[in-house]
């Protein structure tokens, strides 16, 4: 199944902004997070068609992921 993935801020460093993956079914968001390296520390969003999902949702064929830092501020 395709997943189209995108990264946003630090995330992006040294991957890629957006790309089509394949991905067995049955996988979750944070199964893609390990996958593509991405430090579960400052994991902080993920929305699954523009909307707001849980690190445990399972992905569907087509589905637009996109994961996000957490964001600092000062």
């Known amino acids: 199944m395709q ?3 995108k990264l946003v801020g630090v995330f992006k460093i040294d991957r890629f902004r ?3 993956c394949d991905y067995p ?3 979750t968001v944070m199964e893609v ?5 991405l430090s579960e520390k400052i994991l ?3 929305l699954i068609n523009g909307v707001h999902s849980g690190f445990d949702s ?4 087509g589905d637009d992921l996109t994961l996000m830092p957490i964001l ?3």
């Open 33 to 37: 997070a390990r996958q593509l390296g």
């Open 18 to 20: 957006q790309e089509m």
């Open 72 to 74: 600092e501020g000062g």
């Open 25 to 27: 079914e049955g996988i």
């Open 44 to 46: 902080g969003i993920a």
């Open 58 to 61: 399972i992905l569907q064929d």
């Open 3 to 5: 997943v189209r993935v």
